[in-house]
Structures are given as structure tokens and as C-alpha cells.
């Protein structure tokens, strides 16, 4: 019964607060910067992604995705790399369409459900180096396409991708635009919108005719931009069509590896539906952690190792299922 009910996690002080381990985890934990050698890998489309690689030869690779507008160079892209290099494995953190620095070619962009795409880097992966066992570790949106590709692939996965992780993970992607549109998200609202703007106005050459440049710009939440752009540039039917379709949680009764969500019960981007207690209680390959606190990929104020919380059990898990 693999829902991990006894969880360990004590933060201190102010850590207890969802909010300020939300964000000070995220604004001022210093991490400092591996040697990484930058990889561009052009996509099936003639799109590009770039990954940061940090490679030593080692049989274990990590490949590590990053959540709503972040890149592979956050701290908590860092902070993951650093904990799986220490027991052993070389780490590849994927920076998703438009999220290394440079536009992308295309007007198709990642998304919560951009699969097609990390199928791709893992076969440049696996043709380009000759690595024994992969690890997949997503956080937030990349912990949705992680656990989407994980499950949506179940029996076709390659023998060679040996578990999968997502941390603080919207695997029900509808109840979690409803939480995150609420008044105590406004502050994280206004900053994705504000930086998914500014996406769009960077691709304004791009928009096809049926597509309203100034609809887009007054987008003020998840439904509203998700409606007028996600949905029309990828094919979905609308905003809700998206969710339901790209959601992870469906398929997390099929996945056929260990498998890990890691979700802290006070994390205000999550809805009530993205803690799925009845599955991880009867199947034996998915675990669930779901501390009381963490927020949303926070976990500090209690460290194991010189690690985060949430870095610790992973490196846990990861020396438990696949390093064994």
C-alpha cells in the first residue's frame, strides 16, 4: 500500500506558512550553479529545445523538467540536479519550448500535456549516449507531463526509464485553474499572466488571422488565456477540453514503474482532486507523499543531507527503486 501516510516533514518557524515557504524557497535559496554544457536538440517540427546537460558517464541519468515559465536554471532545477548527482547520477535539465532565453521558431509552445515533446528528448537521450537506467523528475507542470508520459505509455515505456517523479504536481489541471484563480493566488496569477503576455507579444508575427492579439493580452487568468491561445494553437476544443484531456491523473492507475507524487496538503495552486489517496492505496507501483506543509515546490525549512526536504525523498526513492 504504497500511500506513505507517516511523513516526517517538520518545518520551522515561518516555514509553516504555505506561502512564505512558496516563495522564499523559490526567490532566495542560493543554489550554486553545476557545470553544465548547454545541448539545442531541433524537434520533429523544426522547433528547438535546449537542454542543460551534466554529464560524467555515469549508467543513471536524471532528466529533469521544470514548472509554469521556468527554466533549467531555477534554483529548484539546480537544487534537484545537485541531490541526484550526489547519489550517483548524471543529471539532463530540460528547459521547455521558449524557455531558455530564446523565442522558439514556432508559434506551438509547451503546454501541461507536452508529451510529443519529452518523447523526444528521450530519444535523443538514448541515441546519443548509452545509458543503462533513466530516472524522469518533473516539477509542477513538468511534473504533469512527467506523470502523464509515465502512465499514457504504461506497457510501451522503454525498459530503460526505471521510475518517474513529479513534485507538487497539478495533475487535475481543472480543479487547480480554479484554485489558482482564487484571491489568496492573486500575487502568483498576476506573474504567470504577466509572463505568458509576454510570450505572446514576442510571437505577434505568428498569430494566424482568427487569433485576437489584444483578446490575448487582457487575458487576467488560466481559463481566459488557456481558452483564447493554449487550447487554438494545440488543437483542443477549449479551455476545459485542454484540462480534461491533459490532466495526468487519469492515467496514474496504469503506470507500470515506481512512480512518486510528492504534494503538500497546503499547497494553494493544487485542488482537492490532485491527491489521489484511492489509487495510491491500491496500486502497488504508485506512491504518494502528502505532507501538511511544503506549499508549492517549497519543502525548505526542514533540510536532510544539505538537501531540501523534498530533494531528500527523492534521492531516497531513487536509491531505493533504482539504484538497488
Known amino acids: 500500500m504504497p500511500l506513505i501516510e507517516n511523513v516526517d516533514y517538520a518545518p520551522s518557524g515561518m516555514y509553516r506558512s504555505a506561502h512564505f515557504n512558496t516563495i522564499m524557497t523559490a526567490m532566495l535559496r542560493k543554489v ?41 536554471y531555477r534554483p529548484y532545477m539546480l537544487g534537484m540536479a545537485q541531490a541526484l548527482q550526489q547519489v550517483g547520477l548524471d543529471t539532463i535539465n530540460v528547459n521547455l519550448r521558449g524557455c531558455s532565453g530564446e523565442v522558439n521558431r514556432l508559434l506551438t509552445t509547451y503546454h501541461s500535456g507536452s508529451t510529443d515533446d519529452l518523447s523526444e528528448i528521450l530519444d535523443y537521450v538514448f541515441n546519443q549516449y548509452e545509458y543503462q537506467q533513466l530516472v524522469l523528475v518533473g516539477f509542477s507542470l513538468g511534473g504533469n507531463i512527467v506523470l502523464k508520459y509515465t502512465g499514457d505509455q504504461a506497457g510501451e515505456l522503454d525498459s530503460r526509464i526505471k521510475a518517474s517523479i513529479g513534485v507538487s504536481v497539478p495533475c487535475d489541471l481543472t480543479s487547480c485553474a480554479n484554485s489558482i484563480k482564487e484571491t489568496r493566488n492573486f500575487i502568483y496569477m498576476r506573474r504567470f499572466i504577466h509572463n505568458l503576455r509576454a510570450k ?12 485576437d492579439y489584444n483578446q490575448l493580452l487582457s487575458a487576467k487568468n488560466f481559463h481566459e488565456f488557456d481558452h483564447w491561445f493554449t487550447a487554438k494553437v494545440h488543437g483542443f476544443k ?59 515546490v517549497g519543502f525548505s525549512g526542514d533540510n536532510r543531507d544539505g538537501m531540501l526536504w523534498s530533494e531528500y525523498q527523492v534521492t531516497n526513492f531513487v536509491k531505493e527503486h533504482v539504484l538497488t
Open 238 to 296: 477549449s479551455a476545459e477540453h485542454y484540462w480534461e484531456t491533459c490532466s495526468s491523473k487519469p492515467g496514474l492507475d496504469q503506470v507500470v514503474i515506481p512512480t512518486l507524487l510528492l504534494n503538500a496538503r497546503d499547497d494553494s495552486f493544487l485542488g482537492d482532486e490532485c491527491y489521489p489517496e484511492d489509487i495510491a492505496r491500491s496500486h502497488a507501483l504508485f506512491y504518494m507523499m502528502a505532507p501538511k506543509y511544503g506549499g508549492h
Open 32 to 72: 550554486d550553479t553545476p557545470n553544465m554544457e548547454r545541448q539545442r536538440i531541433t524537434l520533429k517540427d523544426g522547433d528547438f529545445i535546449d537542454l542543460d546537460t551534466s554529464l560524467q558517464g555515469r549508467k543513471t541519468v536524471a532528466v529533469i523538467v521544470h514548472g509554469l515559465e521556468g527554466d533549467g
Open 200 to 211: 505572446v507579444k514576442a510571437k505577434k508575427h505568428l498569430l494566424p488571422p482568427d487569433m
